[in-house]
């Protein structure tokens, strides 16, 4: 099977896109090309695949990348078995086409509600757009095959759908945790607690406790992240390949999900939570429901308020007094991760069930 894999929006070396679904696709031994924005990234294309560069739809700058997406969609159509799309634009650039093999959008988010935390989308624009996305994901569902990164994402359409969790790669063994380094890995933005981050570190400087944050920070982010750097307050590492920032993640004492109450953070799941217990860290979060569920089902971490550092701060000074504690929810973090969050267990139904729409028969 020969996959045309699509995203304008996200990094190619995004961990859903490249590091679970391709690779899953690759290992069961499926051609993969893989159309990205390299270039707008500064990322090259992995050996095992071939990768063809689009341009990168930044902000309000989308429609040469969606139309451009539209003319290599177009001109690969008869060369692929499926074509896999990540982003609700590109949407546009699939609908309407001829002879086209099945198309499957990945559906990463919530769609409309992501559209408070948009700044660069006038608030005058956010309702007539947010109907717009409805308006698409109910035409989508009619005339595409679809996959769900979260159960909660069912509710907004008519027919039941493959739910292909944010899941990771959990090693075969963990590091104990550490008691002088707290981490963070993901995207960087106030939404997403990068105010309290700093503060954070700030608050630990005194006690010799470092912070150390992974992962691309937004436009109103980078200024700030930048000053805090330059005040020797933490490090910050910019965005790293999945497989590359995991790493990181090994002796850590926690890891920080410090989300605030957006509408679209309430029914998701933090993958940074699963991929902190996987390696065998406690998890320090805000109580976003699906992160309180997880953390206090498998008693692997700390719940604080919302946008409250200096409760941050006390749990992760408590947690590097408490050795045996920290110990322990590392290690029920990662026995329940392996058992119950291990990607290679959906990667099998993710897999059969493309071949499937694309009439591939093992």
Known sequence: ???????VVHNPEDARILHRQIRALVDAGHEVTYAASYTGHGVVPRPWVTGVDLPRAVQRKRISAVWAARRLFKRMRRQVDLVLIHDPELLFAVWGVRNR????????????????????????????????????????????????????????????????????????????????????????????????????????????????????ADPQSRPLLNQAVAEGLLEWRDFMPNDEALKRLDGALAGLSLLHDEPNYRHSMPTKIIEYMAHGIPVITTPSPRAVE????????????????????????TLRDEVRERRAQGARGYAAARANHHWPNSAKRFVAQLEAWAGVKR
């Open 1 to 7: 099977m020969h996959v045309l894999v699509m995203t």
């Open 101 to 216: 093999p099945p198309v499957v959008w990945d559906v990463h988010e919530d769609t409309p509600a992501t559209l408070s935390l948009k700044p660069w989308l006038p608030s005058l624009l956010r309702p007539p757009v947010r109907f717009l996305a409805r308006m698409l994901e109910s035409t989508a569902e009619s005339n595409l095959h679809l996959l769900l990164a979260e159960t909660a994402y069912a509710g907004r359409f008519k027919h039941a759908h493959l739910i292909v969790p944010n899941e990771t790669w959990v090693p075969d063994s963990v590091t104990p945790p550490g008691d002088d380094r707290v981490v963070y890995l993901g995207w960087l933005s106030r939404a997403r607690g990068v105010l309290e981050a700093i503060e954070v570190a700030r608050l630990l400087q005194p006690y010799r406790v470092a912070v150390e944050l992974i992962g691309y």
């Open 294 to 317: 997880l953390v206090e089902r498998y008693e692997s971490g700390v719940v604080v308020p919302w946008q409250d550092p200096k409760a941050v701060a006390q749990a992760v000074l």
